[in-house]
T-cell receptor, first 114, second 112 residues
Framework: AQTVTQSQPEMSVQEAETVTLSCTYDTSESDYYLFWYKQPPSRQMILVIRQEAYKQQNATENRFSVNFQKAAKSFSLKISDSQLGDAAMYFCAYLNSGTYKYIFGTGTRLKVLA | DGGITQSPKYLFRKEGQNVTLSCEQNLNHDAMYWYRQDPGQGLRLIYYSQIVNDFQKGDIAEGYSVSREKKESFPLTVTSAQKNPTAFYLC???????????FGPGTRLTVL
């Protein structure tokens, strides 16, 4: 069975600095999708970034980028120029191609210090 | 505006009672999902539905039931068989299986 591990329950970053959140996953499949979701204090889940496993190029969305290492089964999220509004829980998620069962990690709480 | 609505935002239930959580979407998405969120455990899948009149159990379906009579609606019933129902419940939808999920604002259920 697939698993997703987020080993950092909590992280802190100074405003305007860069932080990297870690995510590893375990799968024997070759075709899958990976996601990072943000859950702010309002608890509304929002998609941050999405990566297709067949793409070698790392996905980027403005200040958010990923480091996708398929062989190592690693999918870290880098947040550049951190802002106070980035403070939230961040969840890594895995989805097998052709299925509907997303698997979520336990989340990393990010604190942004002014 | 397109989106997902969940109601109510807060729900209180006495032990032994069944309760139904509402989830509606106007995104024309085929797939809908129910998750349970507990502190330190991330999101766990309860049920999901790919099309109308069809649904599958997730990882923690015991004590829950769903229906999918309309494309836009996917209500979740928490039955008295659910031993520890106090949690935050999230509904989500997606256009296709490989698309990202869109989430509702959630329902906080508390058993008194």
């Amino acid at each position: 069975a697939q698993t997703v591990t987020q080993s950092q329950p909590e992280m802190s970053v100074q405003e305007a600095e860069t932080v990297t959140l870690s995510c590893t996953y375990d799968t024997s499949e070759s075709d899958y999708y990976l996601f990072w979701y943000k859950q702010p204090p309002s608890r509304q889940m929002i998609l941050v970034i999405r990566q297709e496993a067949y793409k070698q190029q790392n996905a980027t969305e403005n200040r958010f980028s990923v480091n996708f290492q398929k062989a190592a089964k690693s999918f870290s999220l880098k947040i550049s120029d951190s802002q106070l509004g980035d403070a939230a829980m961040y969840f890594c998620a895995y989805l097998n191609s052709g299925t509907y069962k997303y698997i979520f990690g336990t989340g990393t709480r990010l604190k942004v210090l002014a | 505006d397109g989106g997902i609505t969940q109601s109510p935002k807060y729900l209180f239930r006495k032990e032994g009672q069944n309760v139904t959580l509402s989830c509606e979407q106007n995104l024309n998405h085929d797939a809908m999902y129910w998750y349970r969120q507990d502190p330190g455990q991330g999101l766990r899948l309860i049920y999901y539905s790919q099309i109308v009149n069809d649904f599958q159990k997730g990882d923690i379906a015991e004590g829950y039931s769903v229906s999918r009579e309309k494309k836009e609606s996917f209500p979740l019933t928490v039955t008295s068989a659910q031993k520890n129902p106090t949690a935050f419940y999230l509904c989500a939808s997606s256009l296709f299986s490989y698309n990202e999920q869109f989430f509702g604002p959630g329902t906080r259920l508390t058993v008194l």
